[in-house]
């Protein structure tokens, strides 16, 4: 019998800087906002952190290896399309996700509104209950990038168990 427990741990982070537009996308969730995100697909920094924990639990490399930003099949893409390959990936494997814990990290727009509808929208991507999955807010003090306001930050952990 294995002595090694049946888990993965993954950890994501990603980044966007803002840009023109009216909204930004996180967690599934379109927000109003002064600003857009520059980015190939929507932009959405929670998810792509999540889906880089998911693929870094099972050591499959991160989302510019699946999802090549050259690549037009995402140009512009739906990041929760993403989530489902990701999930895909893993069931491929044997494995889902056990639980999640994302922080989105900027001074605007304001998270915590959203949070719920966010996990939500992330539990029912990958067939879970929302509480399952975690979302958090925080700025970062108005020291760099973030609290510039030039862009937005998300982390995700995640753990993986047998499917
Ligand atoms: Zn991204």
New binding site residues.
Partial sequence: MSAIPSFRIGQGI???AFGDGDHVMVGGVRIAHGRGVL?H?D???AL??LCDAMLGALALGD?GVHFPPGDDRWKGAD?RVLLRHCKALLAARGWQLGNADITVICEQPKIAPHAGAMRAAIASDLGLEPDRISIKATTSERLGFTGRGEGIAAQAVCLLVPA
């Fill in positions: 990603d980044v966007h980015a697909s932009g959405d920094v792509h952190a989302i990041s």
